[in-house]
């Protein structure tokens, strides 16, 4: 039976001989941490939530009741207050999964010490306050913009790193803090999981992508131009050395992202250390194909109009995801067309996202 080495805290078996084990998520009321979160429930363990609800919405809880067929423990705390986030973990938990952080490449531009002051200090504080309570096994919210825009894909994770933007740049921060942490303490057990383009929705429609004010990615702008939320969609460029000239990129579904989290676990139930692994499908879509593709999956048509490219925008970008196949034995299962029936489904269901649900 795989024994998570975590002190006083030992993982209760179920039934099929699988471990019943207490895990916090941060950042757990978010898009990705939530589906999580469900996925997790799915799972038979036990989940406390600690989120600010700075970038996530409170009435996402009541659903993920209703998804995972009882109450996650819910606690509104930010990272960075040591005393509120060292108290959640005195409860005893035999890992941690890490999604609180800012996520806004734009915004990380115009603000890098609030990203710098959340996503690293507020780890900082996270890793201190898990030592202490003899918490060693966290799975880390990472992200492909920590390769950067010169690398040629498909990107496998032994490519040199060299984000362009503050918050790339805090992600491979944390990234170098925990590889050494691994190295100083080696009982520690830590995965980094690398995400590319997380899209759709839990295919309930129950729970999806609400980001705040005007989206920063594609799926969420298509599917609120589809509703009517937004007039048109801009597309950055036309004419890159792709087969149709607009950028490719790696989408994922957000469950599979959740279960490649799930697998992440189970992987750090086996091995210590530290290890980076990419999670995508390995394969490119052009903004144009998921136009497309969402038009076939909603029937409606997307307006959209060709701007000039993004400073910073790489033409292509994909997974190489053996590594995940081999040591998480995880693979993406669902295609694009699943990606935009499930998000057009949420966006249907929630025209205006969980902004006119009331919290409780």
């Known amino acids: ?28 009321a978010g898009y ?5 979160v469900v996925e997790l429930l799915a799972a038979g363990h036990e989940v406390s939530i600690v989120d600010s609800l700075v970038n996530a919405h409170p009435a996402v809880l009541p659903r993920l009741a209703r998804l995972g067929g009882r109450d996650p423990d819910f ?60 918490v060693r096994t966290l799975v880390f919210s990472s992200s492909a913009t920590v390769y950067g825009n010169t690398a040629v894909a498909p990107f496998d994770e032994t490519l040199p790193t060299a984000p362009i933007n503050p918050y790339g740049e805090t992600k491979l921060a944390v990234e170098r803090i925990l590889e050494a942490l691994a190295v100083a303490e080696p009982e520690w057990r830590i995965s980094s999981l690398r995400y590319f383009n997380p899209v759709g929705a839990h295919p309930s429609g129950t729970i999806g992508e609400d980001p705040n004010g005007i989206p920063d990615n ?23 050395e792709t087969p149709d000239g607009t950028g490719v990129r790696d989408y994922i579904h957000v469950v599979d992202l959740a279960l490649g ?5 189970d992987y750090l139930a086996r091995n210590t250390g530290y290890r980076v692994h990419n999670l995508g499908t390995g394969r490119g879509y052009s903004v144009l194909e998921v136009i497309t593709a969402f038009e076939q999956a909603s029937g409606r048509k997307i307006a959209y109009e060709v701007a ?15 590594r995940a196949g081999e040591e998480l034995a995880w693979r993406a299962q669902r295609d694009i067309d699943a990606m935009c029936r499930d998000a057009w489904n949420w966006q249907r269901q929630n ?9 409780a």
């Open 1 to 28: 039976m795989p024994n998570f080495g975590l002190g006083v805290f030992a993982p209760e078996p179920q039934s099929d001989g699988s471990l019943i084990i207490r895990i916090l998520v941060t950042g757990g």
């Open 32 to 36: 990705i941490g939530s589906h999580t």
């Open 75 to 134: 606690r509104q705390v930010d990272i960075r207050d040591r005393g509120a986030l060292g108290s959640v973990l005195e409860d005893g938990f035999d890992a941690v999964i890490h999604f609180a952080g800012r996520k806004a490449v734009g915004e990380s531009v115009s603000d890098p010490l609030g990203y710098w002051d959340t996503n690293v200090a507020g780890t900082l504080v996270l890793l201190e306050e898990m030592r202490r309570t003899g």
């Open 218 to 240: 594609l799926m969420p702008y298509i599917t609120q131009v589809a509703v009517g939320r937004r007039e048109r969609l801009s597309v950055f460029g036309d004419d890159y």
């Open 261 to 265: 989290h799930v697998a992440a676990l």
């Open 308 to 322: 000039g490219r993004r400073e910073g925008d790489a033409a292509a970008a994909w997974a190489d995801t053996r």
């Open 351 to 359: 025209p205006n996202g969980y902004g006119n649900e009331p919290t």
